[in-house]
């Protein structure tokens, strides 16, 4: 490794640690970031404390009633399973939502457009 890759290395550790947001797939049909686990319904209490823990499923479910069909990762991105969509956010752009497109999961989410084709079947994007 050259000086100069090292010291990027190095400097990029504190970004890297600050933007922890990443997407996994424990099992086909499971997405999780690091406070939910959803699935081709929604939020769910037993997939996030099955691969979360239960402190965490306790924590996010005693937060009140909410809609399980609506969420937002950690990594900023929002998702309907009504409408089977994904946002960049879910705020609107010019009177309309933005729909995430191919070029915007390779930026902002690179796991999240396999995992949502391939592990939630026909919940594309």
Not at 10 to 27: G, Q
Not at 30 to 46: F, L
């Amino acid at each position: 490794m050259s000086l100069i890759s090292y010291a990027c290395l190095i400097i990029s550790f504190p970004v890297i640690a600050k933007t922890n947001t990443s997407l996994v797939s424990p099992k086909k049909g499971v997405i999780c970031d690091q406070y939910i686990c959803v699935n081709n319904k929604g939020v769910s209490k037993s997939l996030t404390a099955q691969y979360l823990g239960t402190q965490k499923a306790n924590k996010v479910f005693s937060q009140g009633d909410f809609d399980h069909s609506a969420f937002t990762f950690s990594n900023g991105v929002f998702c309907d399973t009504n409408t089977k969509r994904c946002h960049v956010d879910r705020y609107f752009d010019n009177g309309h939502r933005r729909a995430l497109l191919h070029k915007d999961l390779k930026c902002k989410a690179p796991l999240i457009e396999p995992n949502l084709r391939r592990n939630l079947g026909k919940w594309s994007t």
